[in-house]
Nanobody
Framework: QVQLVESGGGLVQAGGSLRLSCAASGRTVSGYAMGWFRQAPGKDREFVAVISWSGVLKNLADSVKGRFTISRDNVKNTVDLQMNSLKPEDTAVYYC???????????????????WGQGTQVTVSS
């Protein structure tokens, strides 16, 4: 089992920034892709970003490209999501996830991920 704990959420004004972090523990995540998803009230969980084990390969949802960046530290077993120029429509619970498999640009469905964190709330006020 892999345990994931997210942190860094909060309330921010539109145009502001937040940095989310996800710490993995338990079973190793070596070789696995890691991703971020979000879920707004009444909506399905949606893909935000995914990163390969090496950190070289990344893919982000069109809605966040140019504003969000994903990175990981395999020594600390963490994956971060830097969110800039936040908009009210970014308001959601953000989840970290691990896929027991290699990276692919098409790793955008929640069903492709095996472990999930409990989520952290991000609220962007207008």
């Amino acid at each position: 089992q892999v345990q994931l704990v997210e942190s860094g959420g909060g309330l921010v004004q539109a145009g502001g920034s937040l940095r989310l972090s996800c710490a993995a523990s338990g079973r190793t995540v070596s070789g696995y892709a890691m991703g971020w998803f979000r879920q707004a009230p009444g909506k399905d969980r949606e893909f935000v970003a995914v990163i390969s084990w090496s950190g070289v390969l990344k893919n982000l949802a069109d809605s966040v490209k140019g504003r969000f960046t994903i990175s990981r530290d395999n020594v600390k077993n963490t994956v971060d999501l830097q969110m800039n120029s936040l908009k009210p429509e970014d308001t959601a619970v953000y989840y970290c996830a691990v896929r027991r498999g290699y990276y692919s640009d098409t790793n955008q469905s929640p069903s492709q991920y095996d472990y999930w964190g409990q989520g952290t709330q991000v609220t962007v006020s207008s």
